[in-house]
């Protein structure tokens, strides 16, 4: 399975540029026709676990807020863990 970075998809997500863009964008019309978008099912389930993942505000905090102590080096070494 493909590791999304969450942040950059969300931020992507959320700019005025790309829904400008999606907005835009129109598939032709034809009438009495479906369109079909072909992915594998691991990209699929990768992008409903994203979509959940992001949707989840109280799970993006924890996860910006780890992030941040990951960054100031406010960490527990795995070896320290496994002690318990």
Do not use: C
Not at 18 to 42: A, C, D, G, R, Y
Not at 48 to 69: N, P
Request: glycine fraction near 2%; charged fraction near 35%.
């Amino acid at each position: 399975m493909k590791i999304r970075n969450i942040f950059k998809l969300r931020r992507t997500i959320n700019s005025s540029d790309f829904m400008k863009n999606l907005q835009h964008q129109s598939l032709p019309k034809l009438e009495h026709k479906t369109h079909w978008v072909k992915i594998s099912e691991e990209e699929y389930w990768s992008m409903t676990e994203t979509l959940e993942i992001i949707s989840d505000t109280e799970l993006m905090e924890h996860l910006r807020k780890s992030m941040e102590d990951i960054k100031a080096g406010r960490t527990v070494p795995l070896e320290e863990i496994l002690k318990d």
